[in-house]
Protein backbone atom coordinates (compact mmCIF):
# COMPACT_ATOMS: atom_id res chain seq x y z
CA UNK A 1 0.00 0.00 0.00
CA UNK A 2 2.84 2.55 0.84
CA UNK A 3 4.16 1.65 -2.62
CA UNK A 4 1.24 1.84 -4.34
CA UNK A 5 0.90 5.41 -2.56
CA UNK A 6 4.19 6.33 -3.39
CA UNK A 7 3.60 5.78 -7.23
CA UNK A 8 0.34 7.74 -7.04
CA UNK A 9 2.19 10.52 -5.69
CA UNK A 10 4.85 10.56 -8.20
CA UNK A 11 2.17 10.78 -11.11
CA UNK A 12 0.64 13.88 -10.15
CA UNK A 13 3.68 15.44 -9.72
CA UNK A 14 4.58 14.34 -13.37
CA UNK A 15 1.04 15.77 -14.43
CA UNK A 16 1.55 18.95 -12.60
CA UNK A 17 4.94 19.21 -14.03
CA UNK A 18 3.66 18.40 -17.52
CA UNK A 19 0.98 21.27 -17.26
CA UNK A 20 3.30 23.96 -16.34
CA UNK A 21 5.79 22.81 -18.57
CA UNK A 22 4.54 21.39 -21.65
CA UNK A 23 7.56 21.51 -23.82
CA UNK A 24 9.48 19.13 -20.32
CA UNK A 25 10.60 15.32 -21.03
CA UNK A 26 9.15 13.24 -18.14
CA UNK A 27 12.10 11.38 -16.32
CA UNK A 28 12.34 7.33 -16.14
CA UNK A 29 11.61 7.80 -12.18
CA UNK A 30 7.72 9.18 -12.89
CA UNK A 31 7.10 7.28 -16.11
CA UNK A 32 7.50 3.82 -13.80
CA UNK A 33 5.19 5.64 -11.19
CA UNK A 34 2.54 6.02 -13.20
CA UNK A 35 2.86 2.75 -15.32
CA UNK A 36 2.51 1.11 -11.37
CA UNK A 37 -0.32 2.75 -10.55
CA UNK A 38 -1.82 2.03 -13.77
CA UNK A 39 -0.96 -1.68 -13.40
CA UNK A 40 -2.35 -1.86 -9.64
CA UNK A 41 -5.86 0.01 -10.49
CA UNK A 42 -6.72 -2.30 -13.32
CA UNK A 43 -5.91 -5.02 -11.75
CA UNK A 44 -8.29 -3.89 -8.81
CA UNK A 45 -11.00 -2.82 -11.48
CA UNK A 46 -10.82 -6.78 -13.22
CA UNK A 47 -10.98 -8.45 -9.42
CA UNK A 48 -14.62 -6.30 -8.48
CA UNK A 49 -15.47 -6.86 -12.23
CA UNK A 50 -14.87 -10.88 -11.33
CA UNK A 51 -16.74 -10.79 -7.87
CA UNK A 52 -19.43 -8.63 -9.50
CA UNK A 53 -20.16 -11.41 -12.14
CA UNK A 54 -20.21 -14.40 -9.90
CA UNK A 55 -22.61 -13.27 -8.08
CA UNK A 56 -25.84 -15.00 -8.81
CA UNK A 57 -28.26 -12.30 -6.66
CA UNK A 58 -27.12 -9.47 -8.90
CA UNK A 59 -29.05 -8.47 -12.07
CA UNK A 60 -27.20 -5.37 -13.16
CA UNK A 61 -24.14 -5.68 -15.82
CA UNK A 62 -21.25 -4.31 -14.40
CA UNK A 63 -18.59 -2.42 -16.79
CA UNK A 64 -14.66 -2.50 -16.05
CA UNK A 65 -13.72 1.19 -14.59
CA UNK A 66 -10.58 2.49 -16.59
CA UNK A 67 -7.67 3.54 -14.58
CA UNK A 68 -8.61 6.73 -12.39
CA UNK A 69 -5.89 9.55 -13.48
CA UNK A 70 -4.70 12.42 -11.60
CA UNK A 71 -6.82 15.48 -10.88
CA UNK A 72 -5.41 17.94 -13.73
CA UNK A 73 -5.01 21.58 -11.60
CA UNK A 74 -6.88 24.18 -12.24
CA UNK A 75 -6.06 27.38 -14.14
CA UNK A 76 -5.99 30.85 -11.98
CA UNK A 77 -9.58 32.31 -12.00
CA UNK A 78 -9.07 36.14 -13.32
CA UNK A 79 -11.68 38.54 -12.66
CA UNK A 80 -12.41 40.96 -15.35
CA UNK A 81 -15.62 42.94 -14.41
CA UNK A 82 -19.06 42.73 -12.93
CA UNK A 83 -20.38 41.13 -15.94
CA UNK A 84 -17.77 37.90 -16.13
CA UNK A 85 -18.52 34.96 -14.33
CA UNK A 86 -16.40 34.32 -10.77
CA UNK A 87 -14.62 31.64 -11.70
CA UNK A 88 -13.70 32.55 -15.43
CA UNK A 89 -10.76 30.86 -16.85
CA UNK A 90 -9.10 31.95 -19.77
CA UNK A 91 -7.92 30.00 -22.88
CA UNK A 92 -4.55 29.05 -22.45
CA UNK A 93 -1.96 31.13 -25.01
CA UNK A 94 0.23 29.13 -26.85
CA UNK A 95 2.67 29.04 -29.40
CA UNK A 96 0.48 26.25 -30.85
CA UNK A 97 -2.44 29.01 -31.33
CA UNK A 98 -0.14 31.83 -32.83
CA UNK A 99 -1.11 32.70 -36.26
CA UNK A 100 2.25 32.47 -37.33
CA UNK A 101 2.05 28.31 -36.43
CA UNK A 102 -0.91 27.74 -37.65
CA UNK A 103 -0.04 29.15 -41.25
CA UNK A 104 2.79 27.03 -41.44
CA UNK A 105 0.24 24.58 -40.74
CA UNK A 106 -1.70 25.21 -43.35
CA UNK A 107 1.33 25.19 -45.64
CA UNK A 108 2.51 22.08 -44.30
CA UNK A 109 -0.66 20.40 -46.04
CA UNK A 110 1.11 20.92 -49.67
CA UNK A 111 4.46 20.68 -48.47
CA UNK A 112 6.26 17.58 -46.36
CA UNK A 113 8.97 19.41 -45.64
CA UNK A 114 7.15 21.84 -43.53
CA UNK A 115 5.07 18.77 -42.22
CA UNK A 116 8.34 17.12 -40.93
CA UNK A 117 9.67 20.41 -39.69
CA UNK A 118 6.78 20.72 -37.73
CA UNK A 119 6.78 17.07 -36.34
CA UNK A 120 10.09 18.05 -34.68
CA UNK A 121 9.86 18.36 -30.70
CA UNK A 122 12.56 20.64 -30.32
CA UNK A 123 14.35 23.61 -32.45
CA UNK A 124 11.43 24.16 -34.63
CA UNK A 125 12.29 28.29 -33.90
CA UNK A 126 8.98 28.84 -34.16
CA UNK A 127 8.18 30.61 -30.93
CA UNK A 128 7.72 34.56 -31.28
CA UNK A 129 11.16 35.56 -29.56
CA UNK A 130 12.89 34.11 -32.13
CA UNK A 131 10.95 35.22 -35.02
CA UNK A 132 11.65 38.38 -34.03
CA UNK A 133 15.18 37.84 -33.79
CA UNK A 134 15.25 36.50 -37.11
CA UNK A 135 13.23 39.48 -38.72
CA UNK A 136 15.56 42.00 -37.22
CA UNK A 137 18.91 40.10 -38.31
CA UNK A 138 17.17 40.29 -42.10
CA UNK A 139 16.49 43.75 -41.71
CA UNK A 140 19.93 44.49 -40.68
CA UNK A 141 21.50 42.58 -43.45
CA UNK A 142 19.10 44.52 -45.97
CA UNK A 143 20.04 48.27 -44.09
CA UNK A 144 23.71 46.95 -44.47
CA UNK A 145 23.50 46.87 -48.16
CA UNK A 146 21.79 49.98 -48.65
CA UNK A 147 24.60 51.49 -46.72
CA UNK A 148 27.36 49.82 -48.76
CA UNK A 149 25.75 50.84 -52.31
CA UNK A 150 24.93 54.42 -50.86
CA UNK A 151 28.70 54.58 -49.67
CA UNK A 152 29.83 53.08 -53.16
CA UNK A 153 27.75 56.14 -54.92
CA UNK A 154 29.20 58.91 -52.28
CA UNK A 155 26.61 61.26 -53.08
CA UNK A 156 22.87 61.13 -52.40
CA UNK A 157 19.95 62.68 -51.38
CA UNK A 158 17.59 63.41 -47.81
CA UNK A 159 14.16 62.67 -48.09
CA UNK A 160 11.87 62.75 -45.11
CA UNK A 161 8.47 63.52 -44.10
CA UNK A 162 6.35 63.37 -40.92
CA UNK A 163 3.87 61.19 -40.49
CA UNK A 164 1.40 59.61 -37.27
CA UNK A 165 0.45 55.99 -36.65
CA UNK A 166 -2.31 54.46 -35.12
CA UNK A 167 -1.81 55.52 -31.51
CA UNK A 168 -1.42 59.25 -32.75
CA UNK A 169 2.41 59.48 -32.39
CA UNK A 170 4.51 60.97 -34.62
CA UNK A 171 6.92 59.49 -36.85
CA UNK A 172 9.58 60.64 -38.84
CA UNK A 173 9.86 58.36 -42.11
CA UNK A 174 13.39 58.80 -43.59
CA UNK A 175 14.22 57.96 -47.64
CA UNK A 176 17.49 57.98 -49.11
CA UNK A 177 18.29 59.33 -53.04
CA UNK A 178 20.94 57.77 -55.04
CA UNK A 179 22.02 57.04 -58.17
CA UNK A 180 24.63 54.32 -59.08
CA UNK A 181 27.12 54.34 -61.03
CA UNK A 182 25.10 53.32 -64.17
CA UNK A 183 23.38 56.33 -63.89
CA UNK A 184 20.06 54.66 -62.85
CA UNK A 185 18.15 55.90 -59.76
CA UNK A 186 17.36 54.71 -56.59
CA UNK A 187 14.89 55.82 -53.80
CA UNK A 188 15.71 53.34 -50.59
CA UNK A 189 13.55 53.35 -47.43
CA UNK A 190 15.82 53.04 -44.23
CA UNK A 191 13.58 53.71 -41.69
CA UNK A 192 10.67 54.74 -39.01
CA UNK A 193 12.25 57.19 -36.01
CA UNK A 194 9.80 58.68 -33.54
CA UNK A 195 9.23 62.43 -32.70
CA UNK A 196 9.05 63.10 -29.15
CA UNK A 197 8.67 66.10 -29.94
CA UNK A 198 7.75 67.84 -33.77
CA UNK A 199 10.34 70.83 -33.65
CA UNK A 200 12.92 71.64 -36.15
CA UNK A 201 15.51 70.78 -33.71
CA UNK A 202 14.19 67.44 -33.05
CA UNK A 203 13.56 66.59 -36.77
CA UNK A 204 17.54 67.55 -37.56
CA UNK A 205 18.73 65.40 -34.65
CA UNK A 206 16.74 63.07 -35.82
CA UNK A 207 17.87 63.33 -39.05
CA UNK A 208 21.74 63.06 -38.36
CA UNK A 209 21.26 60.13 -35.76
CA UNK A 210 19.43 58.12 -38.69
CA UNK A 211 22.41 59.10 -40.92
CA UNK A 212 25.13 58.04 -38.42
CA UNK A 213 23.48 54.84 -37.86
CA UNK A 214 23.70 54.05 -41.13
CA UNK A 215 27.64 55.45 -41.87
CA UNK A 216 26.65 58.16 -43.89
CA UNK A 217 28.30 61.53 -43.88
CA UNK A 218 26.02 64.85 -43.78
CA UNK A 219 29.07 66.41 -45.90
CA UNK A 220 28.06 64.00 -49.18
CA UNK A 221 24.49 65.05 -48.96
CA UNK A 222 23.83 67.40 -52.10
CA UNK A 223 20.20 67.23 -51.51
CA UNK A 224 17.28 67.21 -49.04
CA UNK A 225 13.55 67.36 -49.99
CA UNK A 226 10.60 68.06 -47.40
CA UNK A 227 7.35 69.46 -47.38
CA UNK A 228 6.85 73.17 -47.36
CA UNK A 229 5.55 73.59 -43.68
CA UNK A 230 7.61 76.06 -41.24
CA UNK A 231 9.45 73.54 -39.31
CA UNK A 232 10.91 72.17 -42.38
CA UNK A 233 11.37 74.96 -44.45
CA UNK A 234 11.34 78.13 -42.18
CA UNK A 235 14.00 81.11 -43.78
CA UNK A 236 15.62 81.32 -40.02
CA UNK A 237 15.37 77.70 -38.04
CA UNK A 238 13.70 75.62 -40.36
CA UNK A 239 15.06 71.93 -40.91
CA UNK A 240 16.54 72.96 -44.25
CA UNK A 241 18.15 76.23 -43.11
CA UNK A 242 19.69 74.12 -40.27
CA UNK A 243 21.32 71.67 -42.64
CA UNK A 244 22.61 73.81 -44.93
CA UNK A 245 24.47 75.44 -42.51
CA UNK A 246 26.56 72.55 -42.12
CA UNK A 247 26.47 71.76 -45.51
CA UNK A 248 25.80 74.43 -47.51
CA UNK A 249 25.98 72.29 -50.77
CA UNK A 250 22.40 70.33 -49.28
CA UNK A 251 20.28 72.34 -51.77
CA UNK A 252 16.23 72.03 -50.24
CA UNK A 253 14.04 71.54 -52.59
CA UNK A 254 9.78 71.91 -51.65
CA UNK A 255 8.23 68.26 -52.21
CA UNK A 256 6.98 68.13 -55.98
CA UNK A 257 3.71 66.11 -54.40
CA UNK A 258 3.29 68.72 -51.93
CA UNK A 259 3.79 71.30 -54.16
CA UNK A 260 0.74 70.84 -56.82
CA UNK A 261 -1.30 69.81 -53.58
CA UNK A 262 -0.95 73.25 -52.16
CA UNK A 263 -0.94 74.64 -55.97
CA UNK A 264 -4.32 73.10 -56.90
CA UNK A 265 -5.94 73.65 -53.20
CA UNK A 266 -5.42 77.34 -53.65
CA UNK A 267 -6.94 77.32 -57.05
CA UNK A 268 -9.86 75.85 -56.52
CA UNK A 269 -10.83 77.97 -52.86
CA UNK A 270 -10.21 80.93 -55.34
CA UNK A 271 -13.65 79.75 -57.22
CA UNK A 272 -16.78 79.75 -55.64
CA UNK A 273 -18.59 77.62 -58.02
CA UNK A 274 -15.76 74.35 -58.11
CA UNK A 275 -15.36 75.14 -54.47
CA UNK A 276 -19.22 74.48 -53.64
CA UNK A 277 -19.22 71.89 -55.60
CA UNK A 278 -16.05 69.56 -54.00
CA UNK A 279 -18.10 71.04 -50.41
CA UNK A 280 -21.26 69.55 -51.72
CA UNK A 281 -20.09 66.19 -53.47
CA UNK A 282 -17.73 65.51 -50.41
CA UNK A 283 -20.79 63.89 -48.51
CA UNK A 284 -21.48 62.05 -51.78
CA UNK A 285 -18.11 60.58 -52.67
CA UNK A 286 -15.37 59.78 -50.10
CA UNK A 287 -12.15 61.89 -50.95
CA UNK A 288 -8.95 62.27 -49.40
CA UNK A 289 -8.54 64.73 -46.82
CA UNK A 290 -5.02 65.80 -47.58
CA UNK A 291 -4.90 65.47 -51.26
CA UNK A 292 -6.42 67.87 -53.91
CA UNK A 293 -5.04 66.14 -56.91
CA UNK A 294 -6.88 63.13 -56.56
CA UNK A 295 -10.55 64.47 -56.83
CA UNK A 296 -11.46 64.71 -60.31
CA UNK A 297 -12.30 61.08 -61.04
CA UNK A 298 -14.82 61.26 -58.18
CA UNK A 299 -16.35 64.39 -59.35
CA UNK A 300 -16.91 62.46 -62.75
CA UNK A 301 -18.35 59.82 -60.74
CA UNK A 302 -21.14 62.39 -59.41
CA UNK A 303 -21.96 63.73 -62.83
CA UNK A 304 -22.21 60.05 -64.24
CA UNK A 305 -24.54 58.98 -61.10
CA UNK A 306 -26.20 62.20 -60.95
CA UNK A 307 -29.60 61.12 -61.51
CA UNK A 308 -29.50 58.00 -60.05
CA UNK A 309 -28.66 59.91 -56.84
CA UNK A 310 -31.60 62.21 -57.03
CA UNK A 311 -33.53 59.06 -57.09
CA UNK A 312 -31.60 57.90 -53.86
CA UNK A 313 -32.39 61.48 -52.27
CA UNK A 314 -36.03 61.34 -52.88
CA UNK A 315 -36.34 57.51 -51.69
CA UNK A 316 -34.54 58.69 -48.76
CA UNK A 317 -36.92 61.26 -47.92
CA UNK A 318 -39.57 59.21 -47.98
CA UNK A 319 -38.29 56.58 -45.57
CA UNK A 320 -36.21 58.65 -42.68
CA UNK A 321 -37.42 59.90 -40.13
CA UNK A 322 -34.77 61.98 -38.31
CA UNK A 323 -35.52 65.52 -39.35
CA UNK A 324 -32.06 66.54 -38.98
CA UNK A 325 -30.61 63.74 -41.83
CA UNK A 326 -33.69 65.29 -43.81
CA UNK A 327 -32.98 68.70 -43.92
CA UNK A 328 -29.28 67.71 -45.02
CA UNK A 329 -30.85 65.73 -47.73
CA UNK A 330 -33.02 68.49 -48.74
CA UNK A 331 -30.25 71.40 -48.73
CA UNK A 332 -27.88 68.82 -50.85
CA UNK A 333 -30.57 67.62 -53.29
CA UNK A 334 -31.03 71.11 -53.78
CA UNK A 335 -27.92 72.15 -54.42
CA UNK A 336 -27.14 69.51 -57.23
CA UNK A 337 -30.17 70.70 -59.33
CA UNK A 338 -28.37 74.24 -59.68
CA UNK A 339 -26.63 74.62 -63.23
CA UNK A 340 -23.91 76.28 -60.73
CA UNK A 341 -23.22 72.96 -59.09
CA UNK A 342 -23.00 71.12 -62.16
CA UNK A 343 -20.62 74.08 -64.38
CA UNK A 344 -18.40 73.69 -61.17
CA UNK A 345 -18.28 69.83 -61.34
CA UNK A 346 -17.20 69.78 -64.94
CA UNK A 347 -15.13 72.50 -64.74
CA UNK A 348 -13.47 71.00 -61.97
CA UNK A 349 -12.93 67.68 -63.54
CA UNK A 350 -11.84 69.41 -66.76
CA UNK A 351 -8.85 70.87 -64.51
CA UNK A 352 -8.20 68.34 -61.80
CA UNK A 353 -8.11 65.45 -64.97
CA UNK A 354 -4.67 67.41 -65.95
CA UNK A 355 -3.26 68.07 -62.40
CA UNK A 356 -3.82 64.23 -61.40
CA UNK A 357 -2.27 63.14 -64.25
CA UNK A 358 0.78 65.56 -63.11
CA UNK A 359 1.04 64.27 -59.50
CA UNK A 360 1.07 60.36 -60.95
CA UNK A 361 4.08 61.66 -63.09
CA UNK A 362 6.00 63.26 -60.21
CA UNK A 363 5.83 60.33 -57.76
CA UNK A 364 7.96 58.56 -60.18
CA UNK A 365 11.34 57.85 -58.42
CA UNK A 366 13.19 57.19 -62.03
CA UNK A 367 12.60 61.50 -63.07
CA UNK A 368 14.90 64.25 -61.83
CA UNK A 369 13.91 67.73 -60.59
CA UNK A 370 14.49 69.14 -64.04
CA UNK A 371 12.19 66.72 -65.48
CA UNK A 372 9.60 67.08 -63.11
CA UNK A 373 9.94 70.79 -63.49
CA UNK A 374 9.04 70.55 -66.99
CA UNK A 375 6.47 68.03 -66.87
CA UNK A 376 4.93 71.40 -64.57
CA UNK A 377 5.55 73.70 -67.36
CA UNK A 378 3.52 71.44 -70.15
CA UNK A 379 0.73 71.15 -67.59
CA UNK A 380 0.63 75.15 -67.42
CA UNK A 381 1.02 75.11 -71.13
CA UNK A 382 -1.64 72.96 -72.03
CA UNK A 383 -3.86 74.85 -69.46
CA UNK A 384 -2.84 78.28 -71.29
CA UNK A 385 -3.75 76.91 -74.40
CA UNK A 386 -7.36 75.87 -72.92
CA UNK A 387 -8.25 79.50 -72.16
CA UNK A 388 -9.78 81.23 -75.40
CA UNK A 389 -12.81 81.67 -76.43
CA UNK A 390 -13.09 78.52 -79.26
CA UNK A 391 -12.07 76.37 -75.84
CA UNK A 392 -15.04 77.99 -74.03
CA UNK A 393 -17.05 77.38 -76.87
CA UNK A 394 -16.79 74.03 -77.33
CA UNK A 395 -16.86 73.23 -73.36
CA UNK A 396 -19.79 75.11 -73.52
CA UNK A 397 -21.43 72.99 -76.21
CA UNK A 398 -20.38 69.88 -74.77
CA UNK A 399 -21.68 70.51 -71.12
CA UNK A 400 -24.76 71.55 -72.49
CA UNK A 401 -25.52 68.62 -74.28
CA UNK A 402 -24.51 66.32 -71.35
CA UNK A 403 -27.22 67.96 -69.48
CA UNK A 404 -30.10 67.90 -72.09
CA UNK A 405 -29.70 64.27 -73.33
CA UNK A 406 -28.28 62.27 -70.12
CA UNK A 407 -29.44 65.17 -66.58
CA UNK A 408 -32.38 66.03 -66.90
CA UNK A 409 -32.86 67.33 -63.52
CA UNK A 410 -30.54 69.92 -63.71
CA UNK A 411 -32.01 73.76 -63.92
CA UNK A 412 -31.23 75.84 -67.01
CA UNK A 413 -28.65 78.54 -66.88
CA UNK A 414 -29.45 81.99 -65.79
CA UNK A 415 -27.77 85.44 -65.73
CA UNK A 416 -26.46 86.63 -62.49
CA UNK A 417 -29.31 89.47 -61.44
CA UNK A 418 -27.84 92.56 -61.91
CA UNK A 419 -27.09 94.88 -59.44
CA UNK A 420 -26.20 98.82 -59.34
CA UNK A 421 -22.89 99.67 -58.62
CA UNK A 422 -22.44 101.95 -55.78
CA UNK A 423 -21.22 105.71 -56.90
CA UNK A 424 -17.74 105.15 -54.91
CA UNK A 425 -16.75 102.80 -57.95
CA UNK A 426 -17.74 105.06 -60.79
CA UNK A 427 -15.79 108.10 -62.11
CA UNK A 428 -18.27 109.89 -63.39
CA UNK A 429 -21.00 108.49 -65.67
CA UNK A 430 -18.97 105.93 -67.06
CA UNK A 431 -19.61 102.40 -64.89
CA UNK A 432 -16.39 100.50 -64.75
CA UNK A 433 -18.22 97.22 -63.05
CA UNK A 434 -18.62 94.33 -65.91
CA UNK A 435 -22.20 92.89 -65.77
CA UNK A 436 -22.63 89.86 -68.14
CA UNK A 437 -25.76 90.17 -70.29
CA UNK A 438 -26.07 86.42 -70.47
CA UNK A 439 -26.14 83.19 -68.65
CA UNK A 440 -23.11 81.75 -71.37
CA UNK A 441 -21.26 84.89 -70.65
CA UNK A 442 -21.08 85.05 -66.90
CA UNK A 443 -19.66 80.92 -66.48
CA UNK A 444 -17.12 82.43 -69.21
CA UNK A 445 -15.97 84.40 -66.98
CA UNK A 446 -15.69 82.11 -64.21
CA UNK A 447 -13.97 79.48 -66.67
CA UNK A 448 -11.00 81.88 -67.81
CA UNK A 449 -10.75 82.56 -63.83
CA UNK A 450 -10.19 79.23 -62.56
CA UNK A 451 -7.99 78.79 -65.39
CA UNK A 452 -5.93 81.78 -64.55
CA UNK A 453 -5.80 80.64 -60.72
CA UNK A 454 -4.30 77.57 -61.94
CA UNK A 455 -1.61 78.63 -63.78
CA UNK A 456 -0.65 80.98 -61.63
CA UNK A 457 -0.24 78.97 -58.63
CA UNK A 458 1.60 76.31 -60.09
CA UNK A 459 3.97 78.60 -61.75
CA UNK A 460 4.68 79.88 -58.24
CA UNK A 461 4.54 76.98 -56.28
CA UNK A 462 7.24 75.16 -58.71
CA UNK A 463 9.38 78.45 -58.83
CA UNK A 464 11.91 77.20 -55.92
CA UNK A 465 15.12 79.20 -55.72
CA UNK A 466 17.53 76.63 -54.75
CA UNK A 467 15.91 74.42 -58.55
CA UNK A 468 17.99 77.07 -60.36
CA UNK A 469 21.05 75.67 -59.77
CA UNK A 470 19.96 72.17 -60.69
CA UNK A 471 18.69 73.52 -63.97
CA UNK A 472 22.21 75.21 -64.39
CA UNK A 473 23.70 71.87 -63.45
CA UNK A 474 21.69 70.13 -66.06
CA UNK A 475 23.17 72.29 -68.88
CA UNK A 476 26.68 70.70 -68.70
CA UNK A 477 25.41 67.61 -69.71
Given at each position: MASRKNNQETSKQSTLLRWVRPD?????????????VLEETSQESDEQAAGTSNSSNSNINTTPQGP????????PSVSKGPNQPKNFKFPQRTEINSNFYQLLKLRSEENPEISEWLSR????????????EMLEVLALGVL???SENIQNAKFFTIMADETADVSIKEQLVVCIRWVDDKFVIHEDFIGMWPLPRTTADQIVGTLREALQQMNLDIQNARGQCYDGAATMAGEKTGVATQIKSVNGKCLYTHCYGHALNLAVADAIKSVKCMSDALDTSRGVHAFCPTRWTVRGEALASVLNNHDELMELWDWS????????MKSRINGVKSMMTKFSFYFGCCLGEK??????NLSRALQSSSISAAQGNKLAVDVVKTLKTDR????????WARIKQRKDKEIESIEDPVPPRKRKVPSRFELGQQQTHYFPQTAKDHYKQIYFEAIDFATTAITARFDQKDFKVYMNLKSFF
Open positions: REPSKTENRGEQAELPPTPDLRTEKYTSPMIQNREILDVLKDTEILRQTDSDESFDLF
